[in-house]
């Protein structure tokens, strides 16, 4: 059976898998944005539905909006032990709430989870392993990578020992151990988080060590190659219900140009591992990644279509920082409202920002505003969004001399309108769409009969000029620009496709 990679598309780093009976159950980073860690369900590894989320109660925790697109969730953990779920991940920030590595837990998959068991251990990248006696063990990153009991009641750890540095590559993290034929088997990530990222391994016949590095390292990569999904990285193994061995990694689409350059993120790639007893694990294609794969799923396949549901309701919805019932509601009847504050796209705060995840190079994304009677400075529309210091918008704006429609470009420090015109209508559509190459700004009454307003170049919204570890969104907007505004305006649909 062929499957195409990426199969989560769209910014979803650091996957993280786990399997219970036939089902399989998969988390990854969020960084800024709420709700946090994503859990999706699949029965044959290809097809994913999303299903909730680790953090999805502001109170859990607070989320830094001091460096765009790098602080905020790190690298989750997902594992499932004695009919219950646990997630391990790190909340990264330089502020002085409550921060670093936390423990998650439920019961039920498609429920809550707790509040966070904060952990008493330093670095980034936390992992669960189980012996086979039953010990629990944090395995963590912290210059090296280390080990140390974990009481998963109470959160309290035991002595750390450090266990490997890793095969000589830069930024050794994301580590997982696995236990087969008598090795503990840990996996880790190098090279950074671009297009030198490697997937390495080593294996030792003591947990604590001394870990034998594999003399064919890297396991997995895609580095130098001309392969259409790069910077593979960050893996987690696992077993299907007939034996088969699989692995999850990220990697990136970068657009068809030179220089290269990348604007959806790091998504989530899946690839067959062959395991012999005894032997190092062989992935993917001789140790790469291809995009199109030819292998026996565990389950068949699912009926997919392009067209993305318009509820507002929907969980692929998410917020900047935290969610603001007063600034976005969804009404009764399934429509919109946003609520505009003081601060604007440029600001790097919390507004009404509504998204959802650019997932391909080529796309429309469609709404339908109604328009009440704007206060002075008052703004609602569009934006295809980076971060605050990379974005496009198309928005509706009151002026002294009345309505406007506008495209506006942030790009750094640099911020203009690119054309604008007057608009008397009560409600208005906005379109933006995206090609590999440009991004193109519409509006007008008639779906039909749009009138293009703004057109930007693509390579400005990418991580390589502006970005970090997040990819592009699709989001609804409102502002007051330097006030709250007290009227809200309603987003009657959207469309993504």
Request: with cysteine.
């Amino acid at each position: 059976m062929k499957y195409e990679n990426p199969v989560i598309r769209g910014f979803n780093p650091d996957p993280s898998i786990c399997r219970v009976g036939e089902d399989f159950y998969l988390a990854t980073s969020t960084f800024e944005y709420f709700p946090g860690i994503p859990i999706f369900h699949s029965r044959n590894l290809v097809d994913w539905e999303l299903i909730g989320h680790g953090i999805s109660r502001p109170d859990q925790l607070t989320l830094s909006n001091e460096m765009p697109n790098a602080l905020g969730l790190y690298a989750p953990t997902l594992r499932h032990h004695k009919g219950r779920f646990y997630l391990l991940c790190t909340n990264v920030s330089t502020r002085d709430y409550e921060s670093g590595n936390f423990l998650l837990w439920t019961d039920d998959i498609h429920g809550e989870w707790s509040d966070p068991i904060w952990l008493d251990v330093p670095g980034i990248d936390p992992s669960l392993f189980i012996d086979d006696d039953g010990t629990v063990y944090y395995n963590g990153t912290h210059q090296e990578i280390y080990v140390c009991e974990l009481d998963l009641e109470t959160g309290q750890t035991g002595p750390r020992v450090n266990i490997w540095a890793g095969s000589g590559g830069r930024d050794p993290e994301g580590p997982h151990i696995y236990k087969k034929d008598g090795y503990y088997y840990l996996l880790l990530a190098e090279g950074g988080t671009t297009y030198e990222h490697m997937i390495t391994m080593a294996r030792s016949r003591h947990l604590t060590g001394p870990y034998e590095s594999y003399e064919h390292n890297p396991v997995l990569t895609n580095r130098s190659l001309a392969n259409e999904i790069r910077a593979v990285g960050h893996a987690d193994l696992f077993q299907d219900q007939h034996g088969a061995w699989w692995s999850v990694c990220l990697g990136i689409r970068s657009l068809p140009a030179f220089p290269v350059r990348h604007n959806l993120g790091r998504e989530v790639s899946l690839t067959p591992v062959t395991w012999e007893e005894g032997e190092w694990p062989v992935f993917g294609k001789n140790g790469t990644l291809e995009t199109e794969i030819e292998a026996q799923l565990p389950a068949s396949r699912e009926d997919k279509t392009d067209e993305r549901p318009a509820s507002f309701n929907d969980l692929n919805w998410t917020y900047l920082f935290s969610k603001n019932d007063e600034l976005i509601k969804v009404t009764q009847d399934g429509q919109l409202e946003l609520l505009g504050n003081e601060v604007n796209l440029a600001s790097q705060e919390e507004m009404a920002w509504y998204g959802r995840r650019q997932e391909e190079f080529s796309f429309t994304a469609t709404a339908s505003l109604k328009l009440p009677e704007l206060e002075l400075n008052q703004e609602v529309g569009m934006t295809i969004f980076m971060n605050a210091k990379h974005h496009y918008n198309i928005a509706v704006k009151r002026l002294e001399t009345g309505n406007v429609v506008f495209s506006n470009l942030q790009i750094g420090p640099l911020s203009g309108v690119q054309a604008q015109t007057a608009y008397t209508g009560e409600s208005i559509i906005l379109q933006i769409s995206g090609t590999p190459k440009d991004y193109h700004m519409a509006y007008g009454t008639d779906l039909d009969n749009l009138t293009q307003l703004g057109q930007a170049e693509v390579k400005y919204l990418t991580t390589e000029v502006g970005g970090a570890f997040t990819g592009n969104f699709l989001a609804l907007y409102a502002s007051g620009n330097g006030q709250q505004s007290q009227t809200p305006v309603t987003v009657e649909w959207f469309t993504y496709q």
